[in-house]
């Protein structure tokens, strides 16, 4: 079953080289398993035992399966994000070298291992705005071929390179795109030709680089899996799995997936913005329900974070906690941390510890050195929009913001079988107590 799923994840890996493609992708899941698309823009006719999902921005998507006794209801949330470290394309993409050479003209996205971009087949994916006519239409775009590469420095030419460097990425990051034969302004024709549209009704581009190299299992026993953007597409595929398969008649079960939270999440289309929250109001107001029982179904939600987590290096184990550390394969992972970077507290840990007990699923506690910062991730985020009981979790990988990143093979199919049980429980808070049904 974990090869079998494995192989699910890195054929859906493989199809999403760029957040737009991932939330199509996680879309076509959804329409396939009968869920209907809403919008924004038009007015919500939702219905006790309906599947709906709607996007925003195409990076991020929102999905959400009604309960049918919704007397005393209560959201179960998934939440995890699209996007992965990497570089953008500026809008006049085009660089001369000497007149021999045409670079593309970058930006990093988040915080990546720049080292590993270097010397291997790259290509480009996102979307194009397009004029047709009188109206201007989304395309998403994937050069699904090797198209350019970041060469490294010989290292006769920098001696000191393995002894440390300063990559900066306006001279050490830009990709070598064509020779003299090409021109600043082939790269726009290039992307122009890939939608068979001209290049004058190209109005605006959202393109990154993404890593050519496919996904794949390995090891000893074949117990590791690696590809591009694990972080964090492996947590946003499992959670939807467990997602699809759980139902309880008491619950609206949410599956959220956030663009930029390698950036902040501070956007329009991020965890910290309104997004989860017009949605679940929305839910509230189209089933017919007052503002009275939205705030008493909030109080009784629960949301599960799901980003993924440092395994202990094997070349590097003094780097982690000598007792909340984790391993690959060993279960999820259970993430806190004293200035609550992770949302985790007492209260949330007990509920998801249950949870994966039901579930059968090993867990892993997770916190940074104490003298080492972490990063931050959706669930505290979020909570400035929509204030409810959270965990942060996650699957435990190495190599988290390289271009290839590893995890172990047994992971996805806790978080699935987690998420499952969750997505099928209903949970309630009576005077102190937490009650399961």
């Known amino acids: 079953m974990s090869r079998e799923l494995s192989r699910e994840l890195l054929t859906f890996l493989h199809k999403s080289p760029s957040s737009f493609h991932a939330v199509y992708n996680l879309g076509q899941m959804l329409e396939e398993d009968g869920y209907t698309e809403l919008f924004e823009k038009d007015m919500?006719?939702?219905?006790?035992?309906?599947?709906?999902?709607?996007?925003?921005?195409?990076?991020?998507?929102?999905?959400?399966?009604?309960?049918?006794e919704l007397t005393d209801y209560s959201f179960h949330i998934a939440a995890s994000h699209s996007d992965f470290p990497t570089?953008?394309?500026?809008?006049?993409?085009?660089?001369?070298?000497?007149?021999?050479?045409?670079?593309l003209n970058t930006e990093g996205y988040g915080g990546m291992l720049c080292s590993t971009w270097f010397d291997r087949p790259l290509s480009v994916a996102g979307r194009v705005m397009v004029k047709v006519g009188e109206h201007l239409e989304t395309r998403l775009l994937n050069v699904d071929r090797d198209l350019i590469m970041i060469p490294s420095l010989a290292i006769h030419?920098?001696?000191?390179?393995?002894?440390g460097y300063a990559y900066n990425k306006q001279v050490d990051m830009l990709p070598l795109f064509g020779t003299n034969d090409v021109s600043k302004e082939d790269f726009d024709q290039l992307i122009a030709d890939e939608l068979g549209v001209s290049k004058?009704?190209?109005?605006?581009?959202?393109?990154?680089?993404?890593?050519?190299?496919e996904g794949t299992v390995w090891g000893a026993k074949e117990e590791f899996i690696s590809s591009p953007h694990l972080d964090d597409m492996q947590c946003a595929f499992a959670t939807l799995k467990g997602f699809l398969s759980g139902y309880h008649e008491k619950s609206v079960?949410?599956?959220?997936?956030?663009?930029?939270?390698?950036?902040?999440?501070?956007?329009?289309?991020?965890a910290g913005s309104t997004f989860l929250y017009d949605v679940l109001r929305r839910i509230n107001g189209a089933l017919g329900k007052t503002e009275e029982d939205y705030y008493r179904a909030v109080s009784e939600s629960f949301m599960v974070s799901a980003d993924n987590a440092h395994a202990v290096h094997p070349n590097h184990p003094q780097k982690t906690d000598a007792e909340n550390c984790v391993y690959m394969n060993e279960g999820?992972?259970?993430?806190?941390?004293?200035?609550?970077?992770?949302?985790?507290?007492?209260?949330?840990?007990?509920?998801?510890?249950?949870?994966?007990?039901?579930?059968?699923?090993?867990?892993?506690?997770?916190a940074n050195r104490s003298d080492e910062a972490g990063?931050?991730?959706?669930?505290?985020?979020?909570s400035a929009q929509v204030s409810l009981n959270a965990v942060d979790v996650g699957l435990p990988q190495l190599a988290m913001h390289s271009a290839y990143e590893t995890a172990g093979i047994k992971d996805t199919e806790y978080m699935v079988q987690a998420m499952t049980?969750?997505?099928?429980?209903?949970?309630?808070?009576?005077?102190?107590?937490?009650?399961?049904?």
Not at 157 to 163: A, E, F, L, S, Y
Not at 200 to 213: F, M, P, S, T, V
Request: hydrophobic residues 35%; proline residues 1%.
């Open 332 to 366: 999820i992972v259970i993430k806190s941390h004293a200035g609550q970077k992770y949302t985790s507290d007492a209260v949330s840990i007990a509920i998801f510890r249950n949870i994966c007990k039901q579930a059968g699923v090993p867990v892993q506690f997770f």
């Open 157 to 163: 030419m920098n001696r000191q390179v393995n002894d």
């Open 200 to 213: 004058e009704d190209i109005y605006g581009k959202d393109l990154y680089l993404y890593n050519r190299a």
């Open 421 to 437: 049980t969750f997505f099928g429980s209903h949970i309630s808070m009576e005077k102190g107590q937490i009650i399961w049904s």
């Open 87 to 103: 570089f953008k394309i500026k809008e006049k993409a085009g660089l001369d070298v000497k007149g021999k050479y045409i670079q």
């Open 44 to 68: 919500w006719d939702i219905k006790p035992e309906g599947k709906y999902f709607v996007k925003r921005n195409d990076t991020s998507i929102i999905a959400f399966h009604i309960g049918r």
């Open 375 to 382: 990063g931050s991730t959706l669930g505290n985020i979020s």
């Open 253 to 270: 079960n949410v599956y959220a997936c956030f663009d930029n939270e390698e950036v902040g999440s501070v956007t329009k289309q991020g």
